[in-house]
């Protein structure tokens, strides 16, 4: 999804996303739930100075009409910029990952990371879906 010739989006926020989970599985290893793993990434990402919302109610658009559908709840915004979705299961379904990227493509983020705590090493896919493609997304007033 990620063109050739275009810059990474928000190169060094991802970099660090990515480092302090991490340090979370390193600290904490791969068998602990995921609402540890959150309340750990919420202390980390407090200690960073880095803004975030956790648990965000994020307007989900038509891609049709672009009206208003309802709310996604990731577990994490970062910055404003980046959703973040949390696992801690021994397997990603492909279905996690078509999930977040449908929720990239439905609402007025571009970047996603699903992280899995329960696996090592630690499992991280970045989604990126940017706003250019999303035309009736960017028109929407509601």
Avoid: W
């Avoid at 793993?37 to 658009?61: A, G, T």
């Avoid at 709310?71 to 970062?78: M, T």
């Avoid at 329960?118 to 960017?138: A, E, Q, S």
């Amino acid at each position: 999804m990620e063109s050739a010739g275009k810059e990474f989006l928000y190169k060094e926020l991802s970099y660090k996303i990515v480092g302090l989970c991490m340090e979370i599985q390193k600290e904490y290893g791969n068998f602990h739930r995921e609402s540890i793993y959150h309340n750990v990434l919420k202390e980390k990402l407090e200690k960073e100075n880095i803004i975030h919302l956790s648990k965000p109610m994020v307007k989900v658009f038509s891609k049709e009409t672009g009206n208003k559908l309802g709310y996604y709840v990731p577990d994490f915004l970062v910055e404003n910029q980046i959703m973040v979705e949390l696992k801690a299961k021994p397997v990603v379904f492909k279905c996690d990952e078509i999930q977040l990227s449908e929720y990239i493509k439905t609402t007025q983020y571009e970047v996603g990371y699903l992280i899995n705590f329960g696996v090592m090493p630690l499992y991280f896919k970045r989604i990126i879906y940017t706003n250019d493609k999303k035309n009736l997304l960017l028109s929407a007033k509601n």
